[in-house]
């Protein structure tokens, strides 16, 4: 595989290494600030103790009555020496200055400037929109952004932080049991995007903190040469999660370890070490910081309207056996979701779903994020993100959420699964895996694509990331037809040769059924020219030095097919 294995998104984390420029680190954060019911006495603790001369923009988005006017921004003026302003119109920010969003508006930060919109999304969406505000300053501003979400009602807030984590930025809730109304911070919390809990007071000071630290990663970069400490700390997180991250790429772990660090005010890579051996909390946010567990309902809408036409091409002539789906790398289950829908639609609506024609797997190794998916209850604002004509249908909405209807639920099964460690499935008819690749290396990448190809059948579709590419797997794949076939668009490829795979290995005797035995000996029988395809079956002998893992590749969770996860 070449270094074009994958086509990757200048802006995101596993882009190519590049040095940190003066312009990137004299850039202004822009911090965000989120609160509701009982949050004006959370603003007004977290303004008295907000950093001065730190050049950071502060900006307020407060749930009010939009048939009032706002007096906020004279209240806040009484309990902080920095000036308040009321935003109207387009304005230039200055820095060490608080902007306040009047009632009924939405504000969103565009092209350096913060601009007020009309509120969108679905008309149950809080006014104004913290998680508008946060996704718009995720954008703009990627890592020089902080996203604070203080006391309040409902979940607002909870998506756009995913948003800021996704670009590196810097994520706080407010301790709930200081809060007066917790929903807001709990559901923030609950994501597992959250860096920091602190009361308001707390968070004021730790701001200045993370405001005054410009990112270096120079000496991240040295310490990824040498053994030590760098893979202690990758020790560190093996014992306690059971997750090698060295194949992960360097300039990823480069930012996530950084960005622990600033969240927690640690200069020394040394000292963070140190405190990941004494703290078992912080080696699991750097865990979840890693795995980067964000998604949207029909992210890439285009990509899906596509992968509809595909999947209803594909599914024309079928007449026996269910359709099976495997979503890798699923995060809280939008995406797994989001294609039990299309393949509902196709079959003629929710009420056609049923396990024995339908069977959706979504994967995942973040636990939080599948216990999340599991519930199938996301904030009102993931509303936006599912199409008008099809939200009543597969959704039940409330007056701060919408719920998953029990119909999509009861075919999606989430289960715990490492891709590039345990057994896939068989026979699957599309695998999605998007925006996953790209934070991986090209060993890692090759590892994961040969087990993918293994479990596709003949017909199946592999769906990608609008960044993602298949790279020299081509000679096992082909590409299909149409707008959506470019590598760069993220397309479906049809999986080809099923003829010359190896029959699926059998569970070990003993073994649980649910759990494939995880030490069966295996040999190839095949190595054809394409370096890509080899395939291999039991035997008694011990595994070869080759061998890409020790795990049996052709036995799935067979326990899957009568429903339990």
Known sequence: MNDETVSEKPTDDAQTDQPETSDAQSKPYIVGIAASAGGLEAVSLLAQNLPKKVGAVYVVALHMSPTHKSVLSTLLSRETKLPVHELSGEVVPEADAIYVTPPNTDVVYEMGKLRLRNPSGHPATPKPSADRLFTSLAEACGEHCVGVVLSGTGSDGSYGAQSIREEGGITIAQEPATA???GMPTSAIET???????????????LEKILARPRNFEA????MDTPSPLGDLFGILLARTQVDFRDYKENTLNRRVARRMTALGIDSYDAYVDYCRSNAD????LHRDLLISVTRFFRDPHQFHHLKSELKETFASRTTGPIRIWIVGCATGEEAYSVAIIIAELLGGISALAKRNVQVFATDIDQRAIEVARRGVYPITAAGDVPAELLPDYFVVGETDITVRPELRAVTLFSHHNVFQDPPFINVDLVSIR???????LSLQERVLSRLHYALSSTGLLFLGTSESVGEMGCSLRRGRGPTRSLASGAAFRASCRSSRAPACSIAPGARSDRPASRWPMTPTCRPTCRWRVWWRPTVSSPPATAPSSRCWGTSARSWKSGRA
């Open 220 to 223: 991240l970069r040295d310490l």
């Open 282 to 285: 912080e080696v699991d946010a």
């Open 192 to 206: 597992g995007c959250i860096d920091l809990t602190l009361s308001p007071e707390q968070i004021g000071t730790h």
């Open 180 to 182: 007066k109304y917790d």
């Open 435 to 441: 925006n996953l690749l790209i934070y991986f290396n």
